[in-house]
């Protein structure tokens, strides 16, 4: 979530920047209308946007066995609860509570006003009569100006203009859009200054409206000075401002030409491709050749590929050529079948060639009663055995227990310590637990056992570790 409130607020300083470098002070007010409006939609929408690039995969697999088995006494490690999200959130929450109300609050505010007072509707406006002195301001097509000076026909014709270019243009839309924005970022400083520029923009187009109309401009600027202020608005309300009134004057006078116009667009193209290369996700996916464990754990890949088959088949056909009884494995072969052996559909590994039984494996009935507490540990030759056993195929305990001897673990079978190399002869007919020395975290030990341990067992025979 931070990284995306970071992406988003970095696209927006960037449309904000180019606003004031390059639009704000062009005659160009609706387009700028639209630039800033639109500019929200990208800015949270850029983070949003993912590549996928499909990149060829290394043809090493990388067991990654120690840092995904889940450890029994891995509390012992804990370092405390993190407590920071949970107080980051209720800041947050807060801050959207007291700013809604505030909105909920101005809202409320300006629909009793609209409620209480009178009003006299045309085709187009509703002018609410307010008994006390406000500057005129309007609310999508309600316009609010004080009912004496409107009774005794004090108000210019050219600030009715003004309102009414704000009523017709829908800017109360815009003013809404951005104030429940700014509840929801409340935080971020950014919104204040859009909301400032938005509103400005408004006033550039009431101006353009009333001066379209045939009005002088040194008259109407003459007005907008006798009835300028700088008395507190409502919020969500458009009124005359004297703080923009220099500015205002300024934009009147500029004439901007289709050129210059076009020039400001084109340039908006590079700015958008920089914002989508730099702030938008990339996802880095292998073709084909995954890693063993992490395919296990996903399971994106559904089915190999025909490449894929090939390749198995081939392997397949090596090793079930040679009688099982004298059957060597080499090791990368043997993880390379289980790995696409497990990338095969159901039908596939019906219509393709058999994955081969090393030694320990048996295709025996269920009605035989040899289980592995019948071999004499000692006498295991990890080549050549060939002992008749009830089957306990399972590829991925070969991968760990070889992974966990490529650690240095210690491997234990019964209470009695054995090599790594009878530990993987092991592997698929027993169950094992790893677990670290509580002593030495840094040693690891794998009980094994024809049952899986129980904690009471493990406790024992850990103590001589």
Same mark, same amino acid.
């Given at each position: 979530?931070?990284?995306?409130?970071?992406?988003?607020?970095?696209?927006?300083?960037?449309?904000?920047?180019?606003?004031?470098?390059? !639009? @704000?002070?062009?005659?160009?007010?609706?387009?700028?209308?639209?630039?800033?409006?639109?500019?929200?939609?990208?800015?949270?929408?850029?983070?949003?946007?993912?590549?996928?690039?499909?990149? #060829?995969?290394?043809? +090493?697999?990388?067991?990654?066995? *120690?840092?995904?088995?889940?450890?029994?006494?891995?509390?012992?490690?804990?370092?405390?609860?993190?407590?920071?999200? %949970?107080?980051?959130?209720?800041?947050?929450?807060?801050?959207?509570?007291?700013?809604?109300?505030?909105?909920?609050?101005?809202?409320?505010?300006? !629909?009793?006003?609209?409620?209480?007072?009178?009003?006299? @509707?045309?085709?187009?406006?509703? *002018?609410?009569?307010?008994?006390?002195?406000? /500057?005129?301001?309007?609310?999508?097509?309600?316009?609010?100006?004080?009912?004496?000076?409107? @009774?005794? $026909?004090? /108000?210019?014709?050219? &600030?009715?203009?003004?309102?009414?270019?704000?009523?017709?243009?829908?800017?109360?839309?815009?003013?809404?859009?951005?104030?429940?924005?700014?509840?929801?970022?409340?935080?971020?400083?950014?919104?204040?200054?859009?909301?400032?520029?938005?509103?400005?923009?408004?006033?550039?187009?009431?101006?353009?409206? =009333?001066?379209?109309?045939?009005?002088?401009?040194?008259?109407?600027?003459?007005?907008?000075? %006798?009835?300028?202020?700088?008395?507190? $608005?409502?919020? !969500?309300?458009?009124?005359?401002?004297?703080?923009?009134?220099?500015?205002?004057? /300024?934009?009147?006078?500029? $004439?901007?030409?289709?050129?210059?116009?076009?020039?400001?667009?084109?340039?908006?193209?590079?700015?958008?491709?920089? !914002?989508?290369?730099?702030?938008?996700?990339?996802?880095?996916?292998? @073709?084909?050749?995954?890693?063993?464990? +992490?395919? +296990?754990?996903?399971?994106?890949?559904?089915?190999?590929?025909?490449?894929?088959?090939?390749?198995?088949?081939?392997?397949?056909?090596?090793?079930?050529?040679?009688?099982?009884?004298?059957?060597?494995?080499?090791?990368?072969?043997?993880?390379?079948?289980?790995?696409?052996?497990?990338?095969?559909?159901?039908?596939?590994?019906?219509?393709?060639?058999?994955?081969?039984?090393?030694?320990?494996?048996?295709?025996?009935?269920?009605?035989?009663?040899?289980?592995?507490?019948?071999?004499?540990?000692?006498?295991?030759?990890? %080549?050549?055995?060939?002992?008749?056993?009830?089957?306990?195929?399972?590829? #991925?305990?070969?991968?760990?227990?070889?992974?966990?001897?490529?650690?240095? #673990?210690?491997?234990?079978?019964?209470?009695?310590?054995?090599?790594?190399?009878?530990?993987?002869?092991?592997?698929?007919?027993?169950?094992?637990?790893?677990?670290? &020395?509580?002593?030495?975290? $840094?040693?690891? =030990?794998?009980?094994?056992?024809?049952?899986?341990?129980?904690?009471?067992?493990?406790?024992?025979?850990?103590?001589?570790?």
């Amino acid at each position: 979530m931070l990284i995306y409130i970071v992406k988003s607020s970095a696209c927006l300083a960037i449309f904000l920047c180019f606003y004031m470098l390059f !639009l @704000e002070k062009e005659n160009m007010h609706v387009f700028k209308r639209f630039y800033l409006l639109f500019a929200i939609a990208i800015a949270f929408g850029i983070p949003l946007v993912t590549f996928t690039q499909y990149v #060829a995969a290394s043809t +090493e697999t990388i067991p990654q066995i *120690m840092g995904n088995l889940p450890l029994q006494n891995e509390a012992q490690f804990a370092t405390g609860q993190d407590y920071a999200p %949970a107080v980051l959130w209720s800041i947050y929450g807060l801050g959207v509570l007291v700013f809604g109300i505030l909105f909920l609050k101005s809202l409320t505010h300006v !629909l009793l006003t609209i409620k209480h007072n009178t009003k006299l @509707e045309n085709d187009h406006f509703t *002018m609410v009569l307010l008994p006390n002195f406000v /500057i005129p301001h309007t609310f999508f097509n309600y316009i609010f100006i004080n009912r004496y000076t409107f @009774e005794t $026909q004090q /108000i210019p014709r050219d &600030v009715l203009l003004h309102e009414e270019a704000h009523a017709l243009q829908k800017h109360s839309l815009d003013i809404l859009c951005i104030e429940i924005l700014q509840v929801i970022f409340w935080f971020n400083p950014l919104m204040y200054v859009l909301k400032h520029k938005i509103k400005m923009n408004h006033e550039f187009l009431a101006d353009q409206a =009333v001066l379209k109309t045939g009005i002088n401009t040194s008259t109407y600027q003459n007005m907008l000075l %006798a009835f300028s202020s700088n008395a507190l $608005q409502p919020q !969500l309300a458009n009124a005359i401002n004297y703080s923009l009134i220099k500015k205002r004057f /300024i934009i009147m006078k500029k $004439q901007t030409s289709k050129k210059a116009a076009w020039l400001r667009c084109m340039l908006l193209l590079p700015m958008l491709s920089f !914002l989508l290369f730099s702030f938008s996700a990339k996802i880095l996916v292998q @073709e084909e050749k995954t890693n063993v464990l +992490e395919f +296990e754990s996903t399971g994106v890949q559904e089915k190999a590929s025909q490449k894929q088959i090939l390749e198995y088949n081939a392997l397949a056909k090596k090793y079930n050529g040679q009688p099982r009884a004298k059957r060597v494995f080499e090791l990368q072969d043997l993880r390379r079948m289980e790995y696409l052996y497990g990338l095969l559909a159901p039908l596939q590994k019906r219509k393709n060639e058999p994955f081969p039984l090393h030694p320990l494996q048996h295709t025996a009935t269920p009605d035989v009663n040899h289980t592995i507490a019948d071999i004499e540990i000692d006498a295991i030759d990890v %080549a050549t055995i060939n002992v008749d056993i009830a089957p306990k195929v399972n590829a #991925a305990s070969t991968d760990h227990i070889i992974g966990l001897a490529q650690g240095d #673990a210690i491997f234990d079978y019964n209470g009695k310590e054995i090599s790594s190399e009878k530990a993987i002869a092991l592997a698929e007919v027993t169950d094992f637990v790893v677990q670290r &020395v509580p002593d030495n975290p $840094q040693k690891v =030990v794998v009980y094994m056992s024809e049952n899986r341990p129980s904690p009471r067992q493990i406790k024992i025979r850990s103590k001589k570790y």
